[in-house]
């Protein structure tokens, strides 16, 4: 099991920072190692994949994120 602070300094954390997708403390944790773990399997996902019900919480930082 993997924790949040145990995820490597990478292009998803600079990209959650870029595009200004942090949410509150609550749910940021979830949607990095959600993300994490959705691009571990699929590297290169379209924008229909990374829209999947269930991929990302329903918060502003997926919009932002999924353009």
């Known amino acids: 099991m993997v924790t949040v602070e145990e995820l490597p300094d990478g292009p998803?954390?600079?990209?959650f920072?870029?595009?200004?997708?942090?949410?509150?403390?609550?749910c940021?944790?979830?949607?990095l190692i959600t993300a994490f773990h959705f691009l571990q399997d699929n590297p290169c996902p379209t924008r229909d994949?990374?829209?999947?019900?269930?991929?990302?919480a329903d918060v502003p930082a997926t919009r932002?994120?999924?353009t």
């Open 12 to 15: 998803l954390q600079q990209a």
């Open 17 to 26: 920072w870029e595009k200004h997708a942090l949410q509150c403390g609550f």
């Open 49 to 56: 994949e990374m829209r999947l019900p269930g991929t990302y």
């Open 64 to 66: 932002i994120l999924v």
């Open 28 to 31: 940021t944790p979830g949607l």
